[in-house]
């Protein structure tokens, strides 16, 4: 676990403490087995005592000349499968799996071949065997469906021992956890409670400070008019010294620093006039040999809608969005999109960025000014000083960032965005959630961030058993899908 040394101080864990670790690229060593094998490699001496039996069996079967041994050595290791219990954790490996929604087929793949939020299935499958005392998550959400959200929730909630976890999923952290530790300023804070009591007792906490700041300020300039107003007068003297010490011993309040919040994207449109129907799907289907996806008889997107799209990885939503822009062709009928409109697709613009480019060589051009660039830049915590750097030095959050500043910069009256959030920070999102909130225009999105669906959708779009349902309730929407 320890990949990087303490610059100073030390790390202390209790002796025998068992840890376990959910990363994004535990699989590193081990690709190349199948989903199967890793499972196996969780419980290697349960593993390796059912591999020999079925060795002894294959040899008696073959009627080798030591099977009074080979019978003996069956009898023995039969026993301590039996009194272990061993016999039953061998098979809970594949129905646990089998509960991941994993088919006897997947069972088969290499590790590689599985997508991000497959292989964050596999982990966590492999912890309900596992008796860690401490368990550490780095960002486990990513790349997860709604569905496989909510089972980690229960499965987080059922554990009954000590999790750390770093995320910047909000409704995860409500939900699961007790106690938020924030990074600031090279130091750590504790908060107890939730998520949104660590914002609430932080709000509380600077309010606090402030108040005590100015109460100090407004208490030490008070001593120092007196001071110089009296300095030089005799008669004054004796009080002017003692007022002098009692500002030597008083501890100076230092100003709280401002809390950082998120910033306003300003977002600027052209302020022409949208038609009723942006969209009309007649009669659809979407998919490429075969329908992955089959729509309703008619579907329309309309101007005064924000529209999410979820449903569990894999069933086409993705593919829809493709098909909307013409990118798949649909397996039958049609889709019709007003014309004349901007439409600004974040997928396509991260496909498209030149790795060689700084950032500001991306983004700058006829369409936008450099103060249109920074802007947007700052208000995704990008600094003047980070836009030159080029984009394939860059993390997946502040590629992200690169994308949708470029994708704003069109001025779309149309947006659609395929897992905007991902890799992005509490902060940045917080800003993307809030110019959505008041984009005048239409917005399609794909996310399994339900704390961010909530906020920029008035209507939901579940597909789910290969079809498409709309709910205007966004919540049951959720509740479905959970």
Not at 405 to 415: A, Y
């Amino acid at each position: 676990l320890w990949r990087e040394e303490a610059d100073n101080g030390e790390i202390t864990i209790k002796k025998n403490t068992k840890i376990g670790f959910l990363s994004q690229d535990i699989f590193r060593e081990s690709a190349d087995r199948s989903v199967l094998e890793e499972m196996r490699a969780t419980l290697p001496e349960i593993t390796e005592r059912i591999n020999l039996l079925e060795t002894i069996e294959q040899r008696l079967e073959a009627h080798d000349p030591e099977s009074v041994h080979l019978i003996e050595q069956q009898a023995e290791i039969k026993e301590r499968l039996v009194h272990a219990n061993w016999f039953v954790l061998y098979d809970l490996q594949k129905t646990i799996l089998q509960a991941f929604w994993f088919t006897p087929e997947h069972l088969t793949f290499k590790v590689s071949q599985l997508s991000w939020g497959e292989q964050t299935k596999v982990q966590i499958a492999k912890f309900l065997l596992q008796e860690v005392d401490l368990l550490i998550l780095d960002e486990p959400t990513n790349h997860l469906d709604i569905e496989g959200i909510v089972f980690l929730e229960q499965f987080c909630a059922a554990r009954g021992k000590t999790l750390i976890c770093i995320s910047h999923d909000k409704r995860f952290l409500n939900t699961v956890f007790d106690q938020v530790i924030e990074i600031a300023d090279h130091e750590l804070y504790r908060y107890k409670g939730n998520y949104d009591d660590y914002l609430d007792q932080k709000i509380a906490l600077y309010e606090q400070q402030t108040k005590e700041f100015k109460t100090q300020q407004k208490y030490l300039e008070q001593q120092e008019a007196f001071i110089n107003r009296f300095r030089y007068k005799a008669s004054k003297a004796t009080q002017v010294q003692s007022r002098i010490k009692q500002l030597d011993k008083i501890d100076k309040i230092e100003a709280p620093e401002d809390m950082h919040t998120a910033r306003q994207i300003t977002l600027k449109r052209e302020q022409k006039r949208l038609p009723e129907t942006i969209l009309t799907l007649h009669e659809a289907r979407v998919g490429y040999t075969q329908p992955l996806i089959t729509l309703p008889k008619k579907l329309e997107v309309t101007k005064n809608m924000q529209v999410g799209i979820i449903g569990k990885n894999g069933v086409g939503k993705t593919t829809l969005i493709s098909s909307i822009l013409d990118q798949i062709p649909l397996l039958a009928w049609t889709c019709k999109i007003y014309p004349n409109l901007i439409i600004g697709s974040y997928a396509q613009i991260v496909e498209s960025m030149n790795g060689s480019n700084t950032i500001m060589d991306e983004l700058l051009g006829p369409w936008a000014s450099m103060k249109e660039v920074l802007g947007i830049l700052w208000s995704l915590s990008v600094s003047a000083e980070k836009a030159q750097q080029r984009i394939a030095t860059l993390s997946w959050g502040e590629k992200a960032k690169v994308a949708l500043t470029k994708m704003l910069l069109t001025k779309p009256d149309v947006i659609i965005m395929d897992e905007p959030t991902n890799h992005l920070d509490i902060l940045s999102k917080e800003s993307i959630t809030m110019m959505l909130q008041q984009f005048t225009g239409v917005s399609l999105i794909i996310s399994h961030d339900r704390d961010f669906l909530s906020q920029v959708s008035n209507i939901l779009r579940v597909i789910q058993n290969n079809e498409l349902t709309v709910y205007h309730d966004v919540e049951k929407g959720f509740e479905v899908m959970g």
